[in-house]
């Protein structure tokens, strides 16, 4: 559960993932298995929530004019 909760504030609030990565990595070494596919599973969907704002960083940067989805074009 507390994995869960880990994983939703990291998801809302990317500025913390590098606050919360170590707590995920930390929960790795658990005795209980669950917890440590858990945390596997967590730190998995804040990678891909990492990798998904930089590539929309990225291509802001390089593409600016183009609207994002739901902007309506000024064409």
Known sequence: MAVRVIEEI????MENCSI?????????????????????VSGTHLYCGVLEEMALQVS????????????????
């Open 10 to 13: 990291g998801l809302k609030a």
């Open 60 to 75: 802001f940067c390089l593409y600016p004019t183009i609207p994002l989805l739901g902007e309506k074009s000024e064409v």
């Open 20 to 40: 919360l990565i170590p707590v995920l990595l930390g929960l790795l070494r658990d005795n209980d298995s669950v917890v440590a596919r858990e945390s596997i």
